[in-house]
């Protein structure tokens, strides 16, 4: 039902109390009334219709209903916080309230554990009713977090400020220097590179300044002939945790040799700990290789005089892994034509054709770098025109 200003007005004035009461109104943005509190014991509250008519639309007589503060502070390990909901103004008739707690920097589950409830107050009760939450504790230093407390959902009554309380947990675990570790256990590096690096980490805290060395130790490769022996201090400054690098050159050889490994290893830590990966392998793999041995049974099929220039210059594989070959051709003593042949092929076909000619060959092996053994003992190819040698 929608009331007009003057009925409005009268019902005011009745339940009003005989005395001078004191009267709180409270306004909305547009100034309009939305509530009238009498001596803090009778609240009516009003709304508005689609007509812009002032309705009532309840009258609450059992007081007002808030939390003792605004804030509140415990530390980590200070098991429960117990918060006080006080009763103000009436205690005519039964009022209830609901009070819940809900996240903020401080996590239900793991900082605090998460309560709702309802409190009752019977007609006449005034007493103030308490809200435990128990507070965690934990080993991990994280600083000041905070959670809140708020109340709704008021019955009988009406609430009023404060209505929210912001708690602080108050963190009682020193501040963590953190864990220093190599990121990787193992590291390869090609003898050409230059510079193998392995980065060392801090994790798990950055207060204060901390340090450690980062030192090498011989495996199959040998300080001095496959990398300089180093040892090397790593720092890192109060609140840095960017990974340092733990950088050791390699020496680059002539050598035709396996991989080889050689050890960093990380100690002499000052003001944190050794984490698990205290160690990495490094692998330098060899960039040189071996020179292949020379060709052999060098020939030709078929074999004898070649007429109409058919035939296939072939050899056997030699010792070592070419990479290739190199095949050399003149012509009647002229000059060398010369052929790469890739492994693991060991013949070339020659078509030259109705000619009259003496072809010589060669053949030798040849490394990844392009280092090749001496040629094979040459051969002599005799070609004549299909109808025979003039």
């Known amino acids: 039902m929608r009331f007009p200003h003057w009925v409005v007005a009268a019902l005011l004035l009745a339940l009003a109390p005989a005395h001078a009461a004191t009267v709180v109104y ?22 508005l219709d689609d007509a812009g008519n002032r309705t009532q ?27 006080s909901v006080q009763r103000f103004g009436s205690t005519s008739g039964a009022v209830s309230v609901t009070i819940a707690t809900a996240n903020g920097t401080a996590v239900a589950g793991s900082d605090y ?32 977090e905070i959670f809140t407390i708020a109340l709704s959902n008021a019955a009988g009554g009406w609430t009023d400020a404060p209505v929210s309380a912001i708690v602080t947990i108050l963190d009682d675990d020193a501040a963590a220097a953190g864990t220093l570790q190599l990121t990787s256990s193992t590291a390869t590096v090609g003898e050409a590179d230059g510079t193998v ?12 300044a901390v340090s450690l060395s980062c030192a090498t130790a011989d495996g199959t490769a040998v300080a001095g002939a ?37 050890t960093l290893l990380l100690g002499s ?28 049974n060098l020939r030709t099929t078929p ?14 594989a030699p010792t070592g892994s070419p990479s290739y070959y190199v095949l050399e051709e003149s012509q009647d003593g002229g000059g ?23 072809f010589i060959y060669n053949v030798r092996a040849c490394n990844a770098s392009d280092e090749c053994s001496g040629n094979s003992s040459p051969i002599a190819k005799v070609v004549c025109p299909s109808w025979g040698c003039p």
């Open 303 to 316: 074999t004898g005089i070649a007429y109409g220039g058919n035939y296939t210059v072939r050899w056997d």
């Open 57 to 83: 639309i309840s009258t609450f007589t059992g007081g007002a209903l808030k939390l003792s503060a605004s804030s509140y502070s415990t530390g980590e390990g200070g098991g429960t916080l117990d918060v």
């Open 336 to 358: 060398i034509t010369s052929y790469a042949i890739y492994a693991p092929t060991l013949f070339k076909a020659f078509n030259k054709g109705d000619i009259d000619a003496i």
């Open 226 to 262: 496959d990398y300089p022996a180093k040892s090397i201090t790593l720092s890192w400054a109060s609140g840095d945790t960017a990974n340092k690098a733990c950088a050791i050159p390699v020496l680059n050889d002539s050598l035709v040799e396996s991989s080889e490994t050689f």
């Open 197 to 208: 690096s392995v980065n060392v980490s801090r994790t798990g805290g950055s207060n204060g």
């Open 26 to 47: 409270e306004y909305d943005e547009q100034g309009r009334l939305k509530t009238a509190t009498y001596d803090g014991a009778t609240r009516i509250v009003y709304d």
């Open 269 to 296: 830590a000052s003001g944190a700990a050794l984490g698990a990966t205290t160690g990495s392998t490094v692998t330098i793999t060899d960039n040189d290789f071996a020179i292949p041995g020379i060709p052999g």
């Open 113 to 144: 554990v998460a309560n709702s409830t309802v409190l009752n107050w019977a007609n006449g009760d005034g007493a103030a009713k308490n809200f435990a939450v128990t507070i965690s504790q934990d080993a991990a230093s994280e600083g000041s």
